[in-house]
């Protein structure tokens, strides 16, 4: 017999179980590292993007480690009070687990390290809901593959296959002869405004990346002195 497609139902406490296990690890994984280095930063992931971090976690396999999962388990890890933090002075570090934060562990000199991210920056192409850091304008006419931003004697007009495409995405052209064309201008964002799927897969499209993918240090914990110190007033 065919199998049944009707739904089923899953059992939370399954799944609720596999997520414990997970926060178990993260907990321990977190207090383990930190007997083990001598620092740990805080930082904060601007523009996030799996495949540059997995970079960065290459870059010091050798002396680091670094955790980006649940902040509030990281942060119990570390110790949110001073009756409860897994080494001295622990639970200044942990005020500074709020938002996109993840922790960094490594044996190497915080001058090293901030000098490092200081200048650490990927560009890629944006995802919708982040503000546009310029204005992006479309020239009327044919319709070139990098629209406009490039001479048009070094590039090359739009399939026309994608006519369909830019259209359904907002874009008002037309098939000409077998071109893409635009009766006139056409401005795809304007800098500061947030961005819609439809821009984004535009911007996509003719090569215009506006993200960029960057690690903020926030503070650090030296457990040599089992002080925290914040980056910013650092920098002040």
């Known amino acids: 017999m065919p199998k049944s497609k009707r ?14 296990e997970l926060s178990q690890k993260l907990f321990a994984n977190v207090q383990e590292a930190a007997d083990k280095f001598s620092y740990i930063f805080v930082f904060a992931v601007e ?25 509030k388990v990281m942060a119990k890890a570390l ?23 993840g ?9 090293s390290i901030l000098e490092y991210f200081s200048s650490y920056a990927k560009t890629d ?22 629209g406009g931003e490039l001479p048009p004697d070094d590039d090359v007009p739009l399939p026309h296959s994608l006519e369909v495409t830019v259209r359904k995405w907002g874009m008002p052209t037309k098939l000409v002869k077998g071109k893409v064309v635009l009766d006139g201008d056409y401005t795809v964002c304007r800098e500061g405004e947030v961005l819609n799927s439809h821009q984004t897969a535009l911007l996509k499209l003719f090569g215009v990346a ?7 240090m926030k503070a650090y914990y030296s457990a040599a002195t089992e002080t925290v110190t914040e980056v910013d007033a650092m920098e002040e």
């Not at 739904?7 to 414990?20: E, M, Y």
């Open 103 to 111: 922790l960094f562990f490594t044996n190497g000199s915080p001058a």
């Open 210 to 216: 506006m993200a960029d993918f960057k690690i903020e």
């Open 7 to 20: 739904a089923r139902v899953v059992h939370l406490s399954k799944t609720d179980k596999k997520g414990k």
């Open 47 to 71: 523009n996030m993007r799996n495949t540059y971090l997995k970079e960065v976690r290459a870059e010091f396999a050798s002396d680091s480690r670094i955790f980006f999962g649940k902040t």
């Open 125 to 146: 192409f944006a995802r919708a809901g982040i503000p546009a850091t310029q204005t992006f304008t479309i020239p009327s006419g044919v319709v070139y593959s990098r």
């Open 79 to 101: 110790g949110l009070t001073p009756a409860d933090e897994h080494l001295p002075n622990l639970s200044t570090l942990s005020a500074h687990l709020n938002g996109n934060v």
